[in-house]
């Protein structure tokens, strides 16, 4: 087991005994599921590296639920699936909180089946909108719904839980407007409990970040995903994320750091700088099953971070078919 997987019982349980006070020695994070693991394994050696002289808590409450503690001063740093909303920024904005964007890795979001599913070497997007659209609830209820020949069997559904940027996205890149999906199936903002949903389910679909597939891949299915223009089916992998082939469901993923924290707390400055370190960023990344960004996506965000660059460099939400010449363009203006 991983050392990024051992904490979310460890540090994230420090998270929730920490409470509201943000101690100068404190880093304390919140935030995406989906970002966690690449945090949490920062927060691990940069701790290592530092012989203890800082502390770094990591809770996961969603992109959205990490959003709201930021927003109200409660965290320093936010991991995010997705780019802030503009209610977000609104929030932030009202409470005076100015926020530095830093894209940290690319995700495959990843289409699983339990393996004892025999029928589904693939799935089309217009077949996942089928199944996951707000008019499939009651109605889309059996796998032979979603492809002739496939079985007269029960679909069960898993997925993440309306605070995550990764419902967000999957919801904004299949069924074409984000948040827009049926109610009934079982949602979580932990992905490790989606992990096991789909694992003990032989009828479940459901759908969660590339790292949490790798690390449990013995006991899931990922399925190809057909682009939308045609063509072959592509299966999640750092290469398909890296080349821009794996679409719609290839997106980039953040961190988003309080300046204020960042100006008045060296803890703050220390850990992003460790964070965006190409040497740390590319090893770490990989290491938990993301994307690294180039060499050059990391010194510009170390840019951007030294510079203190506010504010974001996207229109808001969720922003499907983001590539890394897109992120590379973005940084350089922001």
């Keep these: 087991m991983k050392r990024w997987q051992y904490a979310v019982g460890v540090v ?43 502390r770094v808590t ?7 639920g990490g959003f ?6 409660e965290t320093h740093i936010s991991d995010a699936s997705r780019p802030i909303k503009e209610s977000e920024r609104a929030a932030c904005a009202e409470a005076g909180i100015e926020f530095i964007e830093l894209p940290v890795a690319l995700d495959a979001l990843t289409v699983m089946v339990n393996p004892g599913n025999d029928w589904v070497d693939h799935l089309t997007v217009d077949e996942l909108k089928k199944v996951w659209e707000p008019g499939a609830q009651g109605v889309v209820d059996n796998w032979s719904q979603v492809r002739e020949g496939f079985p007269d069997r029960p679909l069960t559904l898993y997925g993440p839980g309306v605070d995550s940027g990764t419902y967000d996205y999957f919801t904004e890149a299949v069924v074409g407007e984000e948040g827009a999906s049926r109610g009934d199936f079982t949602a979580s903002e932990d ?28 006991k899931l299915k990922a399925v190809p995903i057909q682009p939308p223009a045609g063509g072959d089916p ?31 707390m060296e803890a703050v400055q220390q850990f992003v700088e460790f964070y965006l370190d190409p040497k740390n960023a590319e090893v770490l990344v990989e290491e938990v099953g993301y994307v690294p960004l180039p060499t050059e996506a990391y010194e510009l965000a170390l840019r951007n971070f030294r510079e203190r660059h506010i504010g974001t460099a996207f229109a808001g939400g969720s922003q499907v078919g983001v590539a890394v010449q897109d992120l590379l363009q973005a940084e350089r203006v922001n």
């Design 68 to 73: 709201k503690k930021f927003c109200r001063g």
């Design 234 to 264: 592509i299966a999640p992998s750092v290469d398909a994320a890296r080349d821009g082939s794996y679409q719609p469901l290839s997106r980039p993923i953040f961190i988003y750091v309080s300046k204020q924290a960042a100006d008045e």
């Design 58 to 64: 990591v809770g996961i409450s969603g992109t959205g």
């Design 191 to 218: 992905d490790n409990v989606l992990v096991q949903g789909v694992a003990s389910d032989p009828n479940a679909l459901g759908f969660f970040g590339l790292a949490y597939y790798v690390e449990n891949q013995d």
């Design 12 to 54: 994230g349980g420090i998270a929730a005994m920490a409470g509201p006070a943000l101690a100068q020695d404190t880093i304390q994070i919140d935030g995406s599921s989906t970002v966690y693991p690449i945090t949490e394994a920062m927060a691990e050696e940069f701790q290592l590296a530092g012989g203890g002289k800082y």
